[in-house]
């Protein structure tokens, strides 16, 4: 069997740096990409055997993305590398088909002890949040969908698309409404949901699966 071959997407070139210094002893990089629409294009070009992605990137973030390869590829492993210890992420990372969640900052050292994890067939989530991801996967399914359902069809069209990494203008574009429009209906999201930052709206719509199955019914 010849050498792994890996994919690697992230949008700051630095750290695409770093994973090629982790993984190029080792593993062969077949692929860089730097947002998640370039994710998807560079799976379907270069048939990896493993993905190594962020999460947060423009244009499609990094679990959106898995999600979508996965349909086409359910084979492919991937590995999760975030700044982000939160519980949400890490559910939702595995959820879409992740084997792996890997902080960037334990990066050097778990990055390649959860890639022969996946490889022998297991899951690995970073030992800073381990245990409450297990206990939050396992409680998943007792919460509610807290607000969601009052929020009207326009609110989670631009909820989903500032989530996918859209900025106001092409939100605007694709909705057909001003910039000033959606930047009313983003604020009162915020509003509504209590939330104060994009990343807490981008966290809300992971959670309530918004950029999985779409939009629902109006309130």
């Known amino acids: 069997m010849g050498r792994l071959r890996v994919l690697v997407a ?3 070139p630095i750290v695409l740096e770093g994973l090629r210094n982790i993984l190029m002893p080792e593993f062969e990089i077949v ?55 939160d519980m949400v992420y890490a559910t939702e990372a595995l959820k879409a088909g992740g084997s792996a969640f890997v902080l960037k900052s334990s990066a050097g050292d778990e990055l390649l002890t959860a890639i022969y994890e996946v490889l022998r067939g297991r899951k690995f989530v970073t030992t800073a949040i381990a245990a409450r991801v297990l206990e939050a996967m ?16 326009r609110q ?12 106001l203008s092409q939100v605007a574009e694709t909705l057909h409404i001003s ?14 949901l209590q939330l104060h930052t994009t990343a807490g709206l981008t966290r809300y719509a992971i959670e309530h699966d918004l950029l999985e199955h779409g939009h629902g019914a109006d309130c």
């Open 138 to 153: 396992a409680s998943r399914g007792a919460r509610g969908k807290r607000g969601i359902e009052c929020l009207t069809r």
């Open 179 to 192: 910039t000033s429009t959606v930047k009313s209906h983003k604020r009162r999201l915020m509003e509504e």
């Open 31 to 85: 692929g860089e990409a730097r947002d998640g629409k370039e994710l998807l294009a560079a799976a379907r070009r270069t048939k990896c055997d493993m993905i190594v992605t962020d999460i947060a990137m423009p244009l499609l973030n990094g679990i959106e993305a898995v999600r979508r390869i996965k349909k086409t590829d359910p084979n492919v492993k991937v590995v999760f590398l975030t700044m982000h210890a």
């Open 10 to 12: 992230d949008d700051q």
């Open 156 to 167: 989670r069209e631009v909820l989903k698309m500032v989530a996918q990494g859209k900025t």
